[in-house]
């Protein structure tokens, strides 16, 4: 199938879109069309809206107000996610939607299973999932459980399961936030082969190169309304953004960063000698890992996802102890030290997956900026907390780190993805560390966010602090980082100086575990 | 106490208010259906639990031993633990109270140190499940029902054998003078007992250490997200056994409370299942102190007024059990039902 001659065909047409949560209006009016046999991206700071938007399509949420076309039909009387797949949309969330414990082939057919008589019939599905990878160019084994997948064949099947539903329009929010390099050109070439065969994809992303290299058409969000459309020849970087945050563009036009001069001869603020971890079951984590960061150096950790990136993050804050090797802070052996006291050393911590390692969503702001702090004596009087310290201290980080919330009261779940997220960063690095320790620290953030996020970081090693920067975004390790190692299967192999390295010797590195 | 309130605004005590009447609302049906006038059966709970002096104290006093239990469970469910085994924990802790009341004499200072006994008791018993849950995996839950067998056919074995007092009675030997809590006013048959004025302390005192002191957020924190609570420099291990273990010691002082207060020794009857009544108790005061007081002032009412409710209109007082249970299911319907009344009232704002 190719497109009509008579140009682009508008598959999905949503006119005045309007959401409102409590007291924050979250979608304003929002026009969106999305084309046949195009790559439409969505894009937009943090709270602009984009998910609400695709969620409103999707039918997991319903809109105040505003129109939705599908194919040219109005959807009328109240939507929902059965009847967005009835009508052939699908949607790739950001987190992961699959049982674990399923077979890849169960996973794919949950919720549309091909029955003969009352019995699921299996050899239909395998049949149509054969077609399905045929499709797609690529499968796995139908027979392995998804605990067992890499991410990016978990993403493949989640993907294989959209198409088995029959879905036409499938919209993808931050596939690649979790991808390595590779994969992520793997994955553009699969959306680019379903728009051809005629489907409509639609792309929410932080990621502007990735749009402008493989998006069709953009849609720019901000603050729940349009403020700009591009066409493929129209984008380039300085529009983007310009679209996206207008007064953050002096920000964002600085390309070269200046990083902090690093006293070989000074002593480390960490050092790592040999250090081997296992899990639970005894198997090993990280393997004769050596690294050694001195005050104000910034050490950037590239690697495949799960090839031991937060085995290494917790092995250097504290959660487990190290099975053989050992742990300096400043020259002084941690390696038998907790948590706790690794933190009184000035060791902070951003998790990579903030909702399982860095938040409680239910607490209100204050708690959630208390925790970990909770035994600090200047924060108590009386026997009890200085709660009106705490919600001053909130509302200086809500300034300070360009939060959107109002009410320190407030729960933390009240506030968006990227919100919450800078909370947890305000938390910690306004903690007067030694040590950061940073897994991912902008996922979830737009670019603005992200970029302060990491002004922030370079502020505090300009000042002596040491930062691990463990992150799949190799943009980033290669601009903010002195030099890089790759984890590789545990290992840690030094790659270099950031300078003399780019990103596909990194990409060789991560995928063999050596440059040649 | 502005803490207090914040605490109780919004959802959590509309949603129990709205359990509350919806399960009156069922139950009412109930009552209709067994051929009785629910008027009648709400005036009689009314009279039988506050129609005098006499109903008011019965009243009080028979929601002590439900604070006591309540306390216990929703200090367990703070720190995301299902404490089940309070009734065993309630009969040890009983039960070495009174013990220790016959025969340490240390003068007025009997009462005090009966329940110490019995927190420790409590807070042993208690110990069991969860280090068997944190070192071996298997569910606290299964481990306190093993537990709570043990501790009640243990118990009784010795109330009717070695520690037996009389012939007649299944009783330990009574308590010294000093083991019981002053009576503060008698009316009828009914005494009023300082005990109730120790359970609301223990209210209060519980409420300073969950939403006050460092040990209570780090329970909190530890029960709604161990990583974060591990990442953020809390031991979760430690936390959960001494959370667990301050939840068995409540219940323990349950069952000291009934002894010093109420009966003056052990007794084979001495409770009708308090410590699984905690459960209903704590969902319906939302784990917080001040609501399972007044969930358990709810419940020790009804309890207090079946009497009347047996003796005027003969209904069983298995109703009071009929009517906890559709308590638990109301609370699940009640979030939802809330919801759509917000939604509706935004929508005509």
Known sequence: ?516 | MRGILQQLRSGPLIDSLIAVLLAAAVLSIVVALIGHNPITVLSLFICGGLGDLESVYGTLMSSMPLIFSGLSLALAFRAGLFNIGGEGQLFVGGFAAALAGHYLNPGPMTAVLMMVVAAAAGYAWAMVPIAIRLYRGAHEVIGCIMMNYIAINLCMWLVRGPFRAEASTEKTPPIQPGGWWPTLDTVGATDFNAAFFISLIVAALLYWLLFRLPFGFELRAAGANQGAAAAAGINVRGTLILTFGLSGALAGLGGAAEVSGVFGSFYSQFSPGYGFDGITVALLGRNHPAGVVAAALLFGLMRNASKLLQFEAEISSDIIFLFQGIVIFALLAARPIRRTIAARMSRRA
């Open chain 1, 1 to 516: 199938m190719s497109l009509p001659e008579t140009g682009p065909r508008p598959v999905v047409r949503m006119t005045g879109i309007r959401k409102r949560f409590g007291e924050t209006e979250a979608l304003r009016g929002v026009d969106f069309t999305a084309y046949k046999g195009f790559i439409n991206a969505v894009i937009g700071e943090n709270g602009a809206g984009k998910t609400t938007l695709m969620k409103v399509l999707f039918g997991l949420l319903h809109s105040d107000a505003g129109e939705l076309e599908v194919n040219g039909n109005r959807i009328a009387g109240s939507h929902s996610a059965r009847r967005a797949i009835a009508l052939g949309i699908g949607m790739l969330q950001q987190h992961f939607s699959l049982v674990p414990a399923f077979p890849a082939l169960e996973n794919i057919i949950l919720g549309c299973e091909p029955v003969r008589g009352i019995q699921i019939d299996r050899r239909q599905a395998l049949q149509r999932l054969d077609e399905i990878f045929a499709e797609l160019g690529g499968g796995v084994d139908p027979n392995r459980p998804i605990a067992e997948l890499s991410v990016s064949e978990r993403q493949l099947v989640e993907i294989a399961r959209m198409l088995f539903t029959g879905a036409e329009i499938l919209i993808f929010d931050e596939p690649t936030a979790t991808l390595a390099p590779q994969e992520i050109e793997n994955l553009y070439r699969l959306l680019r082969r379903l728009a051809d065969e005629g489907r409509t994809v639609i792309l929410i992303t932080h990621r502007l190169r990735e749009v402008i290299k493989h998006a069709d058409m953009v849609t720019v969000l901000r603050r729940g309304i349009v403020t700009a459309g591009f066409e493929r020849e129209e984008m380039n970087e300085e529009r983007l953004i310009g679209a996206i945050v207008p007064e953050a563009a002096d920000l964002l036009a600085v390309k070269e960063r200046e990083l902090p001069n690093v006293d070989e001869r000074a002593e480390p603020v960490v050092e790592l000698r040999g250090v081997d971890c296992t899990d639970k079951e005894s198997r090993t984590t990280l393997s004769g890992v050596s690294l050694r960061l001195r005050p104000g150096e910034i050490l950037g950790i590239a690697g495949v996802t799960g090839s031991g990136q937060k085995e290494l993050a917790e092995a250097v804050i504290g959660l487990h102890p190290p099975a053989a090797g050992s742990i300096l802070l400043s020259g002084r052996d941690v390696s038998r030290l907790g948590a706790k006291d690794r933190r009184k050393l000035g060791v902070v911590y951003i998790p990579e997956d903030r909702f399982a390692d860095g938040v409680i969503p239910p607490f209100s702001l204050v708690l959630n900026r208390l925790l970990g702090d909770h035994r600090v004596p200047r924060l108590r009087c009386r026997g009890s907390y200085r709660m009106n310290l705490l919600r001053e201290d909130v509302k200086d980080k809500v300034g300070k780190y360009h939060i959107d919330a109002g009410d320190p009261d407030a729960s933390l779940a009240s506030l968006s993805g990227g919100n919450q997220q800078k909370l947890m960063l305000a938390r910690e690095l306004d903690r007067e560390p030694r040590l950061i320790v940073a897994h991912g620290p902008t996922r979830g953030l737009d670019v603005v966010a992200a970029r302060r996020c990491y002004e922030r970081m370079l502020e505090l090693a300009s000042q002596g602090d040491a930062v691990l920067l463990i992150s799949t975004e190799l943009e980033d390790l290669l601009t903010y980082a002195h030099r890089i190692a790759v984890l590789f299967a545990g290992m840690l192999i030094d790659a270099g100086a950031s300078s003399e390295l780019d990103a596909r010797k990194i990409g060789l590195l991560m995928t063999r575990g050596s440059a040649a």
